[in-house]
């Protein structure tokens, strides 16, 4: 399969927060050989964010939740596009890249262990592949999602964090607005990523699905 997975800048040394969150400008999954056509659903403009520019998401509107502490990720589920699978950490590899969830497993998903944990304050990152030699994976339907759906996210500590979605867009890997997408806001939010776009047998997928999500809920 070689190097073709996630692609972002190196953050060697750097600690998860908002400078290495704008440092990682390209997660970018390839389709490894799948042939599914059309291909996976892409967002509509209705999702978007509406933020055009580089700088960081402005937070959604809405009442505020209490964040929780710090804790690693066990489960996420998105029960509008019937996701539900475990989290496994991932972190970086050697090379100073991060690592992605084994491709030989279609139903799993990754969060980097350094970073944010879902439910804190600042911007969390959970990444899945949107398909395999076989076919679908974990997060094929992600562009399907609307404002209003729900992410919730299992937590080792038995809390659930519920995150509702704000916007849903698709951005080019070579112009991958990385402070927009990672940057923090200042609340607890969750970014959920795959690949998307266009498609080509030599290249892959050309961009990245990104959902924008905020904590409305915990239990």
Known sequence: MG???WRPERIRHSPWGALAL??????????????????PPQPVAAASVGHQN??????????VVKPLPYAPVARVAIPS??????????????????????????NLAGWYQNGIAPGQTGTSVIVGHVDNKAGPAVFYALGSLKK???????????RVAVFEVYGVEVF??????GARVYGDTGQPELRVIT?????????GYDG?????ARLVDTR
């Open 195 to 203: 690949c998307g776009g266009g498609y080509t047998k030599a290249d």
């Open 22 to 39: 704008a440092m990682l400008s390209g997660l970018a999954l390839m389709r490894n050989g799948a042939d599914l056509s059309p291909g």
């Open 208 to 212: 990245n699905v990104v959902v924008f």
């Open 54 to 63: 580089n700088a960081p998401a402005p937070p959604a509107a809405g009442p």
């Open 3 to 5: 190097r073709d997975n």
């Open 172 to 177: 080019a890997k070579n112009d991958f607005p």
């Open 81 to 106: 596009i019937q996701v539900d699978a475990p989290v496994i950490d991932v972190n970086l590899d050697p090379d100073g890249w991060i690592e992605t969830p084994p491709p030989e497993d279609p």
């Open 148 to 158: 209003g759906d729900r992410v919730e996210v299992d937590r080792s500590d038995d």
